[in-house]
């Protein structure tokens, strides 16, 4: 009986190709922007983790605001009242110089490094380029961030002390401003001054770095920032620790020392990498969260069309639905038979959604530098989904179907 009536299902679709494909693009609509949003949300997950993981499990990040750092924690007295803010690290830094020395005279900190964000434009003669993220630093920073370059090298800590206007481009700033040209020695602006270009960065394939692209990036020494702005903002520190064995304790001395250069104020955060991956990986499950339910509205909306359609569709079949009765098929014959014809649909819409949910996943790969995550439940839990509107906005045409009184159906013969 089950298989006659997918076979049903079938003729039916294929009696009616136009309908049915329309009824199934917006279950199609919703399986693929549920699963693009999700997998592009668990894809910068993967590339953020791989790059925390990168710096290794030595080193502490010091940043500006109240970041959740108690979220990983068993101690159920250590999680009340924690939250994310995800404001917290946008505003003015609340991060000083005092607070680099510190750092950098802490025990067991091997070396440190304060970095700065500039809000610029790089160009190169005619060419500009408003994607680039720029960020100033220490000499340290390459090392710790553990980066290599392809060509030329890193600018040193002489650069730095005299304030020279010099950089380091990343390997997506070097091909945008200089193609296939060699760009040592070559000159960038940045807010009007010529930066002369000492290394490129070797490529990473890290994809998106704190909404940046970690290969188009420009980085100067923070001596020169200042120089160039007048303004020393320190946005985040890393510091590097000796082993990984005192990471928790220079992690309780740092917040107990910074702490007094702020006063007692509750301004900062000392994040582990595991704590640095959880508070990053919980703002991202929130705003994935957000946009998942908003895209599973096309889901709820495919449905209806499903019902609608299914309910022309009873009406159409009134003499079919009375033979059949006639013939002695049951309440159960009929409603497994318009039910079946739901699910098909339904499902349809959803494997077609899955397939061009992969081949976005491609598109946005190469164009945005991004690679979308498809994890098997998420691919399961969107053909779960299919089926449950198929069943659910089916259900109510298939009884209205199987209610149908013989003699009243064959009336309209």
Known sequence: MIWQNIKNAFLSIRSAKLRSALTAVGVMIGVFAVLVMVGVGDGVKAEIESQISNLGTNVLTITSGKLNQSASSSDPKEQKGSGINIA??????????DDVKTIENTPNVSRSAAFGIISSSVAKDQIVSNSAFVIATTPSYFDIRQL????????????NSGSKFVAVIGADTKQSLFGGED?????ISLRGKQFRVLGVIE??????SLGANADDIVI???????KLTGKNDVFRVIAEVDSEKNIEKVKASLEQSIGSNHSGADDFSVLTQKELLTTFSSILDILTTFVVAIAAISLLVGGIGIMNIMLVTVSERTKEIGIRKAMGATFGNIMGQF???????????GVIGVLASYLAGMVIAKLANITPVYSPIALISALGASLFIGVVFGTAPAIKAARKHPIQALKSL
Not at 88 to 97: D, H, K
Not at 183 to 187: F, L, R
Not at 220 to 226: L, R
């Open 88 to 97: 917290s690290g946008i505003g003015t830094s609340t991060l000083t110089e």
């Open 148 to 159: 290599k370059t392809s060509q030329g090298s890193f600018f040193s800590a002489d650069d």
């Open 183 to 187: 760009p040592i020695g070559k000159s």
């Open 203 to 208: 490529k990473s394939d890290a994809g998106v």
């Open 220 to 226: 100067i020494p923070i001596n020169s920032a200042i």
């Open 339 to 349: 039910l079946t014809e739901s699910i098909i649909i339904s499902l349809i819409g």
